[in-house]
C-alpha cells in the first residue's frame, strides 16, 4: 500500500497570459525531470515504463508522471474554465533527499501559485494596514488549502529573554525557505500587532513574540479559536521535544517537521486536475470521438469508447467514494476536536474548583464565580467556570468586542443561569422554579428566537456551525431577552440552542438582537 508523501494544488496567475504562464510551468517541471531521471521529454507522447507524458494541446492538459527513487510524482497542468490549474501529489516511501521540496521551491520561484490570493515565493512581511487586510482575507479564503504560520516581534526595546538575538522567537526567513509548499510564512511586526488584535479579536491574534498557526476553511465568525494552535513566547522558549532538545531551535525544527507531516494527511479535492491516469482517460474519449467524426465507426471506436465510458465511470466514482469518505472522516475529526476542548476546558474547571475549595467563605459555602466589568474577559471566564455546561462559539465570542449593551453584569449572570439554573431543568436535575424564579429577579424572558420558516428566510442569521470547525448546521431556536428597545444599549438578546447528547448550552450569538426582515 503506498501512501501520500506530499500534495499540493492551487490555481495559476495568468495575468501575463495563459501560454506564458502555462509554458512557464511546464519548463520548470520538464527540467526537474530531466536532471532527475535523466529523459528529456519533447513528445507529445512518452512512455518509456519509468516516465510517462500525457498531452492534450487543444485541452491544454499535460500530465506527468516518474519516479525519483522510491517516491512517485504525478503532476497535472491543465486549463481549467478560463484558468489554469496545477496539482502535485507525491506518494510511495519518503526519501531523505526530499525531492519533492526542490521541486516546490523551483516552481514557488516563478511566483504564480494563487490560493485566494496570490502565494508569496518566500517570507511574507507585513508592513502596513493594506497588508494585514490582505492577510485576514487571505486566512478566510475557502480556496485557501496551506497553513499560514504568522510570527510576531516582541518589543525590540525590551528584549524578554536573555541571549535571544533579533525580534523573534523564530527565524522566519529560514523557516519559510523549509516549509515552502507545505505552508505560508508571515512576520507580523510589534507595532502592526494591536491593529491585528483589533482586527480578529484577542482570542485569534498573535503577539509579543508568540507564534500562530491558522489552518484552512477558517472561519472568524464560527470557528474556534482553539482549532489553530497558538504557541506564546515563553512556551517557545521553554520548549522540549521528544529527543529532550530545548529552547527555540527545538521548537523550529519541530515546527518545520510538524508542516510536511499534516500536508501528507491533508484533504486535498483534485476535481478539475488531470494527472496521467486521466488525461489517458480523456484522450481515449476524444480518441474515440475523432474516429467517429471521420465515420470510421465500427468496433474498435465503439469498444474504444465503451472502454474510455466505463474508466471514466469508474474514475468518478471512486473519486466520489474517496470524497465522501474524507467528508465523513473531517465530520469525525470535527466532533473529536471539539470534545477534546470540552475536556480540557472540564481540567481547566476542575482546577478551579480546587482552589475554590481552598478558600470558602466563612459559611463553609463555595464562592460564586467573579463578575468582571467587561466583555473583553467573557470567552477566556466562560472556559473556566462554565466548562461542560456552556460554550460561547466562534460567533458569540466575535460579537462581544462590539458588544453594547451596558449592563454586563446581567449578562454574565444570564450565562450563569444558562449553565446551572436552565441546565439543571434540561438534564431533570431541579424542576423549572428555580429557572423561572432567576428570569423573573433578572427580569428576562426566555422564549423561542424565531419561527423556523422565517428563520429560512434569513440565510445563515440564526444558524451557526456546529460542532465548531465543521460544516454541519444548527438553528439557534431559543434566546434571553431583556428590552425592546432597537437601542443596543438597552437591548438584551443571548441565542442559544441545547445539545442534547453533550448535555451542553451552547450560545450562538449576544448581547444584541439579531436581525430579521422585521427589524
Not at 63 to 80: D, H, L, R, W, Y
Not at 139 to 156: A, C, K, T
Request: some cysteine.
Amino acid at each position: 500500500m503506498t501512501y501520500d508523501i506530499y500534495k499540493f494544488r492551487a490555481s495559476v496567475d495568468i495575468s501575463k497570459g495563459f501560454d506564458v504562464a502555462f509554458e512557464k510551468l511546464c519548463s520548470v517541471v520538464l527540467q526537474f525531470v530531466k536532471e532527475q531521471t535523466g529523459v528529456d521529454m519533447d513528445a507529445a507522447i512518452s512512455e518509456d515504463g519509468r516516465v510517462q507524458q500525457i498531452v492534450l494541446p487543444k485541452r491544454k492538459i499535460k500530465a506527468f508522471c516518474f519516479p525519483i527513487g522510491t517516491e512517485q510524482f504525478n503532476i497535472s497542468v491543465s486549463k481549467n474554465g478560463e484558468g489554469l490549474l496545477f496539482g502535485l501529489r507525491v506518494s510511495g516511501e519518503p526519501l531523505d533527499s526530499h525531492p519533492e521540496r526542490e521541486l516546490m521551491t523551483r516552481l514557488f520561484r516563478e511566483g504564480l501559485f494563487v490560493q485566494g490570493i496570490a502565494l508569496p515565493p518566500g517570507l511574507w512581511r507585513i508592513d502596513s494596514g493594506e497588508a494585514l487586510n490582505t492577510l485576514y482575507a487571505l486566512l478566510q479564503n475557502p480556496e485557501r488549502l496551506l497553513p499560514v504560520i504568522v510570527i510576531s516581534e516582541f518589543s525590540r526595546f525590551h528584549p524578554p529573554f536573555p541571549g535571544l538575538k533579533g525580534t523573534a522567537m523564530v527565524g522566519d526567513a529560514q523557516l519559510a525557505k523549509l516549509v515552502k509548499g507545505a505552508a505560508v510564512v508571515v512576520r507580523l511586526p510589534y507595532d502592526l500587532g494591536y491593529q491585528w488584535t483589533n482586527m480578529v479579536g484577542k482570542d485569534w491574534s498573535c503577539y509579543n513574540g508568540a507564534c500562530r498557526i491558522y489552518l484552512p476553511r477558517l472561519s472568524f465568525e464560527e470557528d474556534d479559536s482553539r482549532r489553530h494552535p497558538l504557541y506564546l513566547a515563553d512556551v517557545i522558549w521553554w520548549w522540549r521535544d521528544e529527543m529532550n532538545r530545548t529552547g527555540p531551535e527545538a521548537f523550529f525544527d519541530w515546527l518545520v517537521a510538524v508542516q510536511w507531516r499534516q500536508n501528507a494527511i491533508a484533504k486535498v479535492s483534485w476535481k478539475g486536475v488531470y494527472f496521467v491516469n486521466e488525461a489517458r482517460i480523456l484522450l481515449s474519449e476524444l480518441t474515440a470521438d475523432r474516429l467517429r467524426e471521420a465515420a470510421a465507426v465500427g468496433d474498435f471506436v465503439a469498444g474504444q469508447r465503451n472502454i474510455a465510458q466505463q474508466m471514466q465511470t469508474m474514475a468518478e466514482q471512486a473519486a466520489k467514494d474517496c470524497e465522501e469518505w474524507v467528508e465523513a472522516l473531517d465530520r469525525q475529526i470535527s466532533l473529536t476536536d471539539h470534545y477534546k476542548r470540552l475536556c480540557q476546558d472540564l481540567q481547566n474547571q476542575n482546577e478551579v474548583l480546587r482552589q475554590q475549595l481552598q478558600r470558602k467563605d466563612a459559611g463553609n459555602k463555595l464562592l460564586d464565580p467573579p463578575i468582571p466589568d467587561n466583555y473583553g474577559e467573557m470567552a477566556v471566564w466562560t472556559q473556566t467556570y462554565l466548562a461542560g455546561r456552556l460554550i460561547l462559539l466562534g460567533r458569540a465570542r466575535r460579537e462581544l468586542k462590539t458588544a453594547a449593551f451596558e449592563d454586563v453584569a446581567l449578562v454574565y449572570r444570564s450565562l450563569l443561569l444558562l449553565a446551572f439554573e436552565y441546565r439543571n431543568m434540561r438534564i431533570g436535575h431541579s424542576d423549572d422554579s428555580a429557572f423561572k424564579r432567576k428570569l423573573a429577579e433578572y427580569g428576562l424572558e426566555h422564549s423561542g428566537s424565531i419561527a423556523p420558516l422565517r428563520a429560512g428566510e434569513e440565510g445563515d442569521t440564526y444558524y451557526v456551525n456546529y460542532p465548531p470547525g465543521s460544516t454541519q448546521k444548527e438553528f439557534l431556536k431559543f434566546h434571553l431577552c431583556k428590552g425592546t428597545s432597537r437601542d443596543p444599549r438597552y437591548c438584551l438578546r443571548i441565542y442559544f440552542f441545547w445539545d442534547e447528547d453533550a448535555e451542553l448550552v451552547v450560545v450562538g450569538s449576544l448581547p444584541g438582537h439579531l436581525d430579521n426582515q422585521l427589524t
